[in-house]
């Protein structure tokens, strides 16, 4: 990254960026940001940062501009029941509990906000689906994704996914739930028909012309957004998403994204492995908490920032916030940094880049489990089971207690027909979680707890088991 002196463009444009979509993430990621705006110079074929400025200051082109490059700082990774305990509260409790209350009426509102590429919506639409069945004609349905990432909403309308996004999914819930289209996953009608995607930023809740349509809603999942916000915005969001919430509606944050100054707009209410929102009844108000409203810091806005220090010609992306996941946790992020960009690559379906940044992350360490489980995946992903198998089975020899690698060796060798050792690896899997507490999140395993990963073991070897029989 070059070093701009007081002044420069790129600091204003770094303020505005953080002032239009509230990630305060980028405020201390110089190199980051620059990584993300130089992607965009190059799609316009602009070598000149003060000329790609005066792009987004036009009236005309500027617009369009700021919406691609608010898509290219705001991809985040999605796929198919993402963080099961949140899916399995939804399932068991929060649907159930809006069906009964809502049977007279039978109308749900449900909206997905910052859903990506649409995994998550399409997740809630299957669980309704399988909880109405029949009765799901006599419904009226809303299912609403939102998002900033403009290219995200056009591949989540077309519901075609790769085999990335549909990882945490048993080969039962692929056949169920989507029909095998080449090397994609296409999701069903009957599913995808019940959801709609348009565009949005959560900022404009704040602002003086929030859209008129976002209001009455049952449930709202705002998962893994919040937490590249100012904690005074995300107040704020959270304060104006729980004045769109209908009576008694709940709320989904991620898992690293409560926090007690929700209160003042919410009820906290605690389901198995998973921490939900309500909206306050009549009488069970909190004490007056300030209008929702937050404007960039002004250390933030400031266009003359001392300059960044001298950085390596390639920067490491940034990583990906997460819950800390013993017992591998404690990683340098100068080692975990690279595994962002890869999960966003590869998210993305660009397995051919995110397969060559893993390459380069083992050429610099050739020890790092998560580097070699991730190309795994990706291998995986493209069908080459031999290649998936053994980078699996490289990280499972770096670190014998990484359980999602242990898991993903044993159905990449049932996959390739070597029965025996594919149930060994899962046998060993469902040992190791249980020792584990039920409730211990798993390195890599995006919410996954010890005491899911070994149903889901004992699960596949069952069916295996069957299967052989």
């Not at 005066?54 to 990774?77: C, F, K, M, N, S």
């Not at 209001?215 to 998403?241: K, Q, S, W």
């Not at 379906?349 to 790092?368: I, K, V």
Request: glycine share 6%.
């Amino acid at each position: 990254m070059p070093v701009f002196a007081p002044g420069h463009p790129f600091w204003r444009l770094k303020a505005e960026v953080i002032a239009r979509t509230g990630h305060f993430y980028y405020a201390d990621k110089d190199d980051v940001l620059w990584e993300r705006v130089r992607r965009r110079l190059a799609a316009v074929r602009l070598e000149d940062l003060e000329a790609y400025v005066r792009l987004l200051d036009d009236p005309q082109a500027g617009p369009a501009e700021w919406r691609r490059l608010e898509g290219e700082i705001t991809v985040g990774e999605t796929y198919f029941l993402r963080y099961v305990e949140q899916f399995t509260a939804l399932k068991s409790h929060i649907l159930p509990e809006l069906i009964a209350r809502h049977a007279h009426s039978k109308r749900l509102r449900i909206w997905s906000a910052g859903c990506a590429t649409g995994a998550e919506p399409y997740s809630v639409a299957i669980l309704l689906a399988e909880l109405l069945g029949d009765q799901i004609a006599d419904w009226r349905l809303t299912i609403l994704g939102t998002d900033i990432n403009e290219a995200a909403l056009e591949a989540a309308r077309t519901a075609s996914f790769g085999a990335w996004a549909l990882r945490s999914l048993s080969a039962e819930q692929r056949s169920a739930w989507f029909t095998h289209e080449g090397r994609s996953w296409r999701l069903r009608p009957r599913f995808r028909s019940l959801v709609r995607f348009q565009y949005g930023n959560l900022l404009d809740l704040l602002g003086p012309a929030a859209p008129l349509d976002l209001t009455d809603f049952d449930l709202i999942l705002c998962r893994n957004v919040l937490i590249y916000f100012h904690p005074e915005a995300m107040n704020a969001v959270v304060g104006a998403l729980a004045q769109r919430l209908g009576e008694a509606g709940w709320l989904l944050v991620g898992h690293a994204e409560p926090n007690p100054g929700f209160e003042a707009h919410v009820r906290t209410i605690t389901l198995p492995g998973a921490v939900a929102y309500r909206r306050r009844a009549p009488g069970d108000e909190p004490p007056a908490a300030p209008a929702a409203s937050w404007t960039p810091p002004p250390s933030v806005v400031t266009e003359s920032p001392p300059p960044p220090q001298a950085l390596p010609p390639a920067p490491a992306p940034a990583p990906t916030p997460r819950p800390v996941d013993p017992p591998r946790a404690q990683v340098s992020e100068a080692r975990t940094a690279p595994l962002a960009d890869i999960r966003i690559l590869a998210n993305l379906g660009r397995f051919a880049e995110a397969e060559a940044l893993c390459q380069e992350a083992l050429a610099e360490t050739s020890s790092e489990p998560a580097t070699y489980f991730y190309l795994g995946l990706i291998s995986q992903a493209q069908g080459r089971l031999s290649e998936a198998e053994d980078a699996l089975r490289r990280a499972v020899y770096l670190d014998g207690t990484f359980l999602m690698a242990q898991y993903h060796l044993g159905l990449v060798r049932l996959e390739r027909g070597d029965q025996e050792a594919g149930r060994r690896a899962l046998a060993a899997v469902a040992r190791l979680a249980a020792s584990l507490s039920p409730a211990s999140p798993l390195c890599e395993g995006d919410g996954l707890r010890a005491g899911d990963l070994r149903e889901l073991a004992r699960l596949q070897l069952e069916k295996d088991g069957r299967g052989r029989r």
